[in-house]
């Protein structure tokens, strides 16, 4: 399971210095990216696919399990180091120092560079990361509730290994540094106080 780890020099730093130059185009609907956008959706996708559909083609739970297992570490590995850097500028991974301490790092393209990923590849990467791991949430209250058990792990697998892309990538958009919670607190905070004020104007 996915924990992030503390230090005390975190920085947003800037991704891929060699492509600086490409932040010159402008911003366009039109996708740039088209094989990436396949992979992106393909995998995750197929895995909910084969779980809804696997009882009905195969008896065997094995060869099905295995099956999704794979398509969602592919679904993984892909949207970590691949789509989510070129579809969104985004990229998040962990290292650890000589120290032996582990370090979360979360990175966004600066500057002018976000003008290089187009309105329909973030739409799609976008719906997708977080379509998905809510689908395997369901997916998993289902399971308990019809009692089929022997699924447990593999609704779980599709759980963490999607809501880790989910939770990462969240991590990336709105910084490193910031927290989930203080950033919802500030959100509610932003929309009582508009309420005040209306409220407020209206008398």
């Excluded at 992106?40 to 008896?59: D, G, P, W």
């Excluded at 295995?66 to 070129?86: A, E, Q, Y």
């Excluded at 892309?165 to 106080?193: D, E, H, P």
Aim: hydrophobic content about 45%; some cysteine; glycine content about 6%.
């Amino acid at each position: 399971m996915l924990r992030e780890i503390p230090q005390d020099n975190d920085e947003d730093v800037s991704l891929f210095d060699a492509e600086e130059d490409a932040g010159k185009r402008s911003k366009k609907s039109k996708m740039k990216h088209p094989l990436a956008c396949f992979f992106h959706l393909f995998f995750r996708v197929s895995a909910v696919i084969v779980y809804l559909l696997c009882e009905i083609f195969s008896s065997t739970f094995i060869a099905c399990m295995v099956t999704i297992i794979l398509l969602l570490s592919c679904d993984f590995w892909t949207v970590k180091n691949i789509s989510g850097r070129l579809l969104v500028g985004l990229r998040w991974w962990n290292q650890v120092d000589d120290d032996g301490r582990s370090h979360w790092v979360f990175e966004s393209r600066k500057g002018t560079v976000t003008q290089q990923a187009s309105d329909s590849e973030s739409r799609i990467f976008w719906i997708g990361l977080i379509v998905c791991p809510i689908l395997w949430v369901i997916f998993a209250f289902s399971t308990l509730f019809s009692f089929k058990l022997k699924w447990v792990p593999v609704v779980i697998m599709g759980v963490v290994l999607q809501g880790a892309n989910l939770y990462g990538y969240v991590k990336c958009k709105v910084g490193g540094k910031t927290s989930l919670k203080n950033m919802a607190t500030n959100y509610f905070g932003r929309q009582f106080l508009k309420q005040a004020m209306s409220k407020e104007e209206e008398s």
